[in-house]
């Protein structure tokens, strides 16, 4: 079973800590959720375990190998890293965009593609609903429907690690869901998932494991129903949170301001 993995972590920037001594453990099988206040390191610390980083003390490993020890080709074969949002400066089409996640497995994108790479893109278009999206611009799309892409292009790597920030930042209600559905049968695969999340909601409904992030430090980590409690999220977030219980599914609600 894949295993993700840091100790003692820590990265600075300009000066000041981001990520202090972050000891975590992620399994294949799982979908994990880093939530936290903006500012928390939540951003920073998917990238640490994308391995796109050096720590500045500690480490992060896949099943025991040092993430900035491994070598690139094998790093972006395992781990899919999907990033919060990135600019669009050409008119790649969908399917394009789609396929540069084949590129690890030897992809040449200026050749017609092998059937086993098609066969990849078009069972990941298919399954985030978005065929009709391949042969149209992304610079003409939607910030939603490049973020259903770019989830695609995560699912076309069929890597064993899904690392993915934010991911329903730009979708509605209904595909936000669909999204988060997709992301948790690819951990009842056996795919390690990591997504960072701002909605609790979400969180308290699809996750497995949830970690906690405030000014660099792990202030909680568990299942959802131990960490999303009023009086530790009150903490991290500086708000006032109620619950309410959908489907025997606690949900925290940001309900007063506190700063």
């Known amino acids: 079973m894949t295993t993700l993995a840091t100790h003692a972590l820590v990265r600075r920037r300009v000066g000041r800590t981001v990520l202090d001594g972050i000891e975590l453990a ?73 396929a540069l996640g084949r590129l690890p497995h030897g992809a040449d994108l200026s050749r017609p593609l092998s059937v086993t790479d098609a066969a990849a893109i078009d069972r990941a278009l298919d399954r985030v609903g978005a065929a009709s999206l391949a042969a149209r611009r992304i610079d003409e799309l939607s910030q939603g429907e490049r973020a259903r892409l770019a989830l695609a292009r995560g699912l076309a790597t069929e890597a064993d690690v899904i690392l993915a920030d934010e991911p329903v930042a730009n979708l509605d209600p209904a595909y936000a869901l669909e999204a988060m559905t997709l992301l948790r049968a690819e951990a009842a695969r056996g795919v390690c998932v990591v997504v960072c999340l701002h909605d609790l909601g979400l969180t308290a409904r699809f996750a497995d ?22 009086d530790i999220i009150d903490r991290a977030y500086g708000v006032g949170f109620r619950s309410v219980t959908v489907d025997g599914i606690v949900q925290p609600i940001a309900w007063t301001y506190r700063r």
């Open 209 to 230: 494991h949830v970690v906690l992030l405030a000014a660099g430090r792990i202030e909680a980590s568990g299942p959802p129903d131990a960490v999303l409690q009023p």
């Open 26 to 98: 992620f399994r294949g099988g799982e979908l994990n959720a880093i939530v936290g206040p903006n500012g928390a390191g939540k951003t920073t610390l998917l990238r640490q375990l994308a391995g796109l980083n050096a720590p500045d003390a500690g480490e992060a490993v896949l099943d025991g190998a040092r993430l900035d020890r491994l070598d690139p080709s094998i790093r972006s074969r395992r781990i899919a890293y999907l990033p919060q949002s990135a600019a669009v400066y050409w008119p790649l089409l969908g399917r394009d965009l789609v």
